[in-house]
């Protein structure tokens, strides 16, 4: 079946705008995850999503970061103000049941703030 | 504080022969330690998991609570093992990975 899946592959943008980037689940995986990872390191944790509601968003850096999962399938992970900072390939994963269960990432998406 | 360690950013190695990829964890409790790659152009995946106790593609990796460590070995590296490897740990349900260890396997 099909894996996780996130769009844009590649998004670039300008300082100060908004983005949005998508991410699509394997079908049934009732938990998702985002990660941010900067170049040279390794994946980031920022949010965790058990159903529709953000279970532990203890990593999203700060308020304009959000993140929505308003059916428990689809989530997008919103930015605003964009930073140059900001860039880095962001990923997606999700996994069957709880916490526990092995996650599966997406390819990601590179956002690049110009 | 909770943090992975991985203290080699490149580690180049002749096919055939042992492969040691280093990994310290920091953690006040009892975590679950991971070993992930990423084959060039490839996502990441999940290579194996310390609860297991499985060899995958040859790898092993033994959790030592008393060093704090979860190396990843391999006896004998092969040309495909070339990728990029990331220790992580999981508590409270989210995953803390390491910078990452580029392994280069020479012909």
């Known amino acids: 079946g099909a894996g996780v899946s996130q769009t844009p592959s590649n998004k670039v943008t300008e300082k100060g705008k908004y983005v949005e980037l998508r991410c699509d689940p394997i079908?049934?995986?009732?938990?998702l995850y985002w990660y941010r990872q900067s170049l040279g390191q390794g994946p980031e944790f920022l949010i965790y999503f058990q159903g529709t509601g953000a279970a532990d968003d203890s990593g999203l850096p700060n308020d304009r970061f959000f993140a929505v999962r308003p059916e428990g399938s689809v989530s997008t992970l919103k930015i605003q103000r964009t930073e140059r900072g900001d860039s880095a390939v962001y990923l997606c994963?999700?996994?069957?049941?709880?916490?526990?269960?092995?996650?599966?990432f997406g390819p990601g998406t590179r956002l690049t703030v110009t | 504080a909770q943090r992975v360690t991985q203290p080699e950013k490149l580690l180049s190695v002749f096919k055939g022969a042992p492969v040691e990829l280093k990994c310290n964890y920091s953690?006040?409790?009892?975590?679950?330690l991971f070993w992930y790659v990423q084959y060039s152009r490839q996502r990441l995946q999940l290579l194996l998991r310390?609860?297991s106790r499985e060899s995958i593609k040859g790898f092993t990796a033994d959790l030592n609570k008393g060093e704090t460590s979860f190396h990843l070995k391999k006896p004998f590296a092969q040309e495909e093992d070339s990728a990029m490897y990331y220790c992580?740990?999981?508590?409270?349900?989210?995953?803390?990975f390491g910078k990452g260890t580029r392994l280069h396997i020479l012909p």
């Open positions: 992580a740990l999981r508590g409270n349900d989210k995953i803390i």
């Open positions: 994963a999700s996994s069957e049941g709880g916490g526990s269960g092995e996650q599966y």
């Open positions: 310390h609860i």
């Open positions: 953690y006040s409790g009892s975590p679950e």
């Open positions: 079908s049934g995986h009732t938990a």
